[in-house]
């Protein structure tokens, strides 16, 4: 068979989480590869249901709540024979409780679950990330206020406390002295959904790889570099730059997926300075909210995926190109707003020509949702600000 070929035409897709950023990306990739797309969002405001890309979109609970599971399957069943996408944290989590109830007809690729439990545990992550000799940070799971004091002593300040789940949002607080620790403790528990780990905090930039596995074989890869983060003091991708080279973190990347035997997409997030030894944060097992970067660049994950779903074969990954991308309504222009020395740039980088956007002048209809999203989210924007500055 040759490359990405096969007799039946591209065929249907279901799409999960139609609210997050990424997902725009996703099914206009998939539409212009000839997919038949569908969304799942809660609602009419998702901005993916708007895009011309989109054949239709079906309404589902949150996916975190009840009823999301049987909604998802009955979606996905209706439109067989079909690929589904999870696209979030909690889509995918109920992917992984459906992996034994799909029907025959309807293709979703998971990791085994083991490796699935592991990259979604960031001790476990840990774990593995130092046996297969990729340096991690000093952490530790603390069940009580004692405990974090203690780590507090020996990991010195800011002290980092996350969620020790990866949650698909940012549950984490910096504690920059130690008056901070008991409003930051209980603030990370209450929004955890597992306990909370203490870690050193790691300086440098953010770094991204990502990669889509077919059986515990790398097909496809690319990386990237967080430029500015929402919230500033750690979150998001709110403008990045693509990374051709940079051996050191493509070999820590790939030692990690391949020890877990991975199969679909994954992004693992490292920091530090490019020279130096860089520390693991954590894997995202999932599509992840910088993707567009990859799209940008030439890297068609969604579309490359689905194609091996449907027992395509591709050609070998051709060089993808460096591109620098900003998300004013996906975090930029909330960076810049709180961070006034950066306003300028950020401006100037949502304005630029040569900077890579997810607006098209041919398919606005998700842009002014996007735009109000963003205006619904100022309360929330300075609560994030105010809760995570350091």
Request: a positive charge; charged letters at 25%; glycine letters at 8%.
């Amino acid at each position: 068979m040759t490359p990405d070929s096969g007799v039946a035409a591209p065929g249907r897709v279901v799409v999960t989480d139609g609210e997050f950023k990424h997902t725009l990306g996703i099914v206009r990739a998939l539409a212009a590869r000839g997919h038949e797309v569908h969304v799942v969002a809660q609602s009419s405001r998702a901005p993916s249901v708007h895009s011309k890309a989109v054949r239709a979109w079906h309404a589902a609970p949150a996916p975190l709540g009840l009823g999301y599971d049987a909604r998802l399957i009955e979606i996905a069943r209706s439109l067989a024979p079909a690929s589904v996408l999870a696209v979030g944290n909690g889509s995918v989590a109920a992917a992984d409780r459906l992996r034994e109830r799909w029907p025959t007809d309807v293709r979703c690729a998971l990791p085994p679950a083991v490796a699935f439990a592991i990259a979604n545990d960031k001790a476990r992550t840990g774990e593995l990330a130092r046996a297969t000799g990729v340096r991690t940070p000093r952490e530790r799971i603390v069940a009580d206020e004692a405990q974090a004091r203690t780590a507090l002593g020996e990991f010195g300040v800011p002290l980092v406390l996350k969620s020790a789940r990866e949650e698909g949002r940012k549950v984490v607080r910096y504690v920059r002295k130690e008056a901070e620790l008991t409003e930051a403790f209980h603030n990370v528990r209450t929004r955890s959904s597992a306990g909370v780990l203490a870690q050193e905090f790691i300086d440098g930039d953010g770094w991204g790889f990502s990669a889509l596995y077919w059986h515990g074989r790398r097909v496809r890869h690319f990386m990237h570099r967080r430029v500015r983060e929402w919230p500033p003091s750690g979150g998001a991708s709110a403008c990045a730059e693509s990374v051709p080279e940079f051996p050191e973190l493509e070999r820590a990347g790939t030692r990690l997926l391949d020890a877990l035997h991975w199969h679909g997409v994954a992004m693992v997030e490292f920091k530090g300075a490019r020279g130096a030894s860089l520390a693991l944060m954590e894997i995202n097992a999932k599509f992840w909210g910088s993707h567009d970067a990859a799209l940008a660049a030439g890297v068609n994950f969604p579309a490359d995926l689905v194609a091996l779903l449907e027992g395509r074969e591709l050609a070998p990954q051709a060089p993808y190109a460096d591109v620098r991308i900003s998300w004013p309504f996906g975090g930029d222009l909330w960076h810049g707003l709180f961070r006034p020395a950066e306003l300028g740039t950020v401006l100037r980088d949502a304005l630029s020509p040569t900077v890579a956007h997810t607006w098209r002048a041919d398919d606005l209809g998700p842009t002014w949702r996007e735009l109000l999203q963003w205006a619904r989210s100022a309360p929330g924007a300075w609560r994030e600000f105010t809760s995570t500055r350091r």
